[in-house]
């Protein structure tokens, strides 16, 4: 990594030609992604990032002061192996009130500092 960025690692830099076709390309369809991003400002464009929480545990629950929501993520490069495992134990979670496939305490949302309030 020779900025400390996964993506410069891979080669992709942002700056060759065909690089920045894909990042305008990327840029111009955020908006059916989400219509808050339609006008937002680019401030970063990076490859390879994948999301992960401070501790590295993923966040698999009930999303902390919103009724009804819940939240799978921050599994990191390893989200594609544990999808199958994810999906069902939060499905049990939404449909049963628990999971029993794996105990999904060391996963809540609520062990962050943000969703406590701090």
């Given at each position: 990594?020779?900025?400390?960025?996964?993506?410069?690692?891979?080669?992709?830099?942002?700056?060759?030609?065909?690089?920045?076709?894909?990042?305008?390309?990327?840029?111009?369809?955020?908006?059916?992604?989400?219509?808050?991003?339609?006008?937002?400002?680019?401030?970063r464009r990076q490859?390879?990032?994948?999301?992960?929480?401070?501790?590295?545990?993923?966040?698999?629950?009930?999303?902390?002061?919103?009724?009804?929501?819940?939240?799978?993520?921050?599994?990191?490069?390893?989200?594609?192996?544990?999808?199958?495992?994810?999906?069902?134990?939060?499905?049990?979670?939404?449909?049963?009130?628990?999971?029993?496939?794996?105990?999904?305490?060391?996963?809540?949302?609520?062990?962050?500092?943000?969703?406590?309030?701090?």
């Open positions: 990594m020779r900025d400390g960025r996964p993506g410069a690692a891979a080669g992709f830099t942002g700056r060759r030609r065909g690089e920045r076709g894909l990042l305008r390309h990327a840029g111009a369809r955020r908006g059916r992604v989400s219509s808050a991003l339609a006008a937002a400002r680019i401030t490859a390879c990032y994948r999301p992960v929480t401070d501790d590295g545990l993923p966040l698999i629950g009930r999303v902390p002061g919103v009724a009804g929501a819940y939240v799978a993520t921050g599994h990191g490069p390893w989200g594609i192996l544990n999808a199958p495992a994810t999906g069902l134990a939060l499905a049990e979670l939404i449909t049963e009130g628990a999971a029993s496939l794996v105990d999904l305490r060391p996963f809540d949302p609520a062990r962050l500092p943000a969703a406590r309030g701090g």
